[in-house]
Every structure is written in C-alpha cells, then in structure tokens.
C-alpha cells in the first residue's frame, strides 16, 4: 500500500470508529501530508521511515520556527497513524512509539470583559444590512456567549434543536458527542425573535419553489448553513461596531468569556467542563487562573493580618 492509501484508510478509521468531526479529519490530512512530503524530499516513505525519521521531522519542524503546540499536533498524527498501522498489520513495527513530544505551552486564554461583551452584544442589535440581518446577527452573538459553543457547532445548529422555545439547547459536539446547556433569558428572547423571522423568510423561499433548510443560519453556500469564516469575518465587524479592539475579538475568546465570566461568579469546574463538551477536566482547568485571582482578593479582602 502507499503512502496515501494508507493516510486514506488511517482517516476512513478515524471517523467511522472514533466519531471524529471532519475538521479534526482535516488537521490529520494537512500534518500527514506535510510529513509524507517531507519524507519522500529525502528518499523515504510512511513504509520505510525509521525512529530517527520521525525525530529529524520534528527537528525540521522546530528549525522552521513552528510552535510548540504545532509540533506537539504533528507527532500526535504521526504517533496515531504508525499505531493503526501497527494494529492493522501494515507495518511490523512503530517508529514512533517511543518519541516524546515538545508538550505544549501552558498559556492562559485570551478572553473579554463583562463590559466588552455588553459592546458586542449591543453592536449586533444595530449591525446588518436589514431587520432580519440584526436578529439573526442578535441570536448568533447571544447563544454564542450564553453557551460557550465551539463557532463550528453554532452555525451548524439544526433548526429542530431550536423549535418550541427552549430553556435547554441541545449541542452536537466533537465525536458526535451531544451535550445540553441551558440558555440564559436574553439568549431565548434572540432565539424567539429570530425564528419568527426565519420562519417568515423559510415561508417565503417556499412560495418561490425553493428548498426548505434544516439549518438554524441557512445558507445559499455548498454547506447549506453560515460558515464559519463568515462569521470570524461578522465578529471582526461587529468589534469594529462595538468598539472593541478587533485583535482581542474571535469566536473562540467568546468562548473564553462564558467559561472565565461563569468560573469568576461561582460555577462549578465540572459544570464548565460538561458545558463546554471538553472530554477531560484537565482541558478545562486552564480557566482555574480565575479562581486563583478571586481567592487572592478573597484573603485580602477579608483577612486580618491582611488589613493595612
């Protein structure tokens, strides 16, 4: 077998036995390639590579200025890649068994305050082309920072999830993996809004002999819904709207936001985690600095030999 077919049938395994989202397929697809290129650029191949192969790649990698999470990534393909190998039979040994990777930077996550949030909240009320523009711009930005969803399982949500007035939202995550997180009042009053509007413009679109979406944010694109560079792109307008420095502004510091403004107020870690759809606690406790700034005000605030 060569090199491509058995990348192909390594992500064949990923998605039907492992569940994993087609973006998570994607990022295997560019690291392998990426690695298979570089092997066949010194005569080698997937079949022939060695241990001290594998150990020159990451070498090259670190040489070109990569980050240590980049680098921690590729191995992490490459180690599952040889591992299936390995258990199918195609190769009998694993180069790549024994190699330990840069690990990864322990950086805290950029985020936003209450008040940078109120900004943007406020900008989508008033940014759009048209009324039913600033409502669906309204309901993305509210559901986004009441949930804390990854952007891919916000402007991929199925109109059925959102039918009947919900207290509750039903998210299809990483691995297919479902979770409920409950909606904050302002986030169902978006909600409420936009599917009156989206029901209108569904009608409309029937009238006309269209096909009717399955999506809550349909689109006329491939994927039938919002993408997600169209909404990256939405968020960079409504911080310019709002105010908010655009640098500090993506769909993902949104999600930043919901986890540390819950953590600053009380929630529970485990209850961030299930919120989330982090499979680890370990992942989630990263926003643990949260914790650590309230406890500190908590002893000077409040401690007697702390009183000056």
Known sequence: MSDRHWIAAFLDAQAAERGAATNTQLAYARDLADFTDWLTGRGSSLTQAQKSDVEDYLVHCDAQGLAKSTRARRLSAIKQLYRFCFEEGFRADNPAVQISGPGRDKRLPKTLSTQEVDLLLDAAGVYGRSPSDRERNTCLMHLLYATGMRVSELVSLPLSSAKGDPRMLLIRGKGGKERMVPLSPPARAALRDWLKTRVSIEDTARAEGKPASAFLFPSRGKSGHLTRHAFYVLIKDLAVVGGVSPAKVTPHTLRHAFATHLLANGADLRAIQTFLGHADVSTTEIYTH?????????????????RD
């Not at 949260?290 to 702390?306: I, S």
């Open 290 to 306: 949260v914790l650590e700034e309230r406890l500190k005000e908590l002893v000077l605030d409040h401690h007697p030999m702390a």
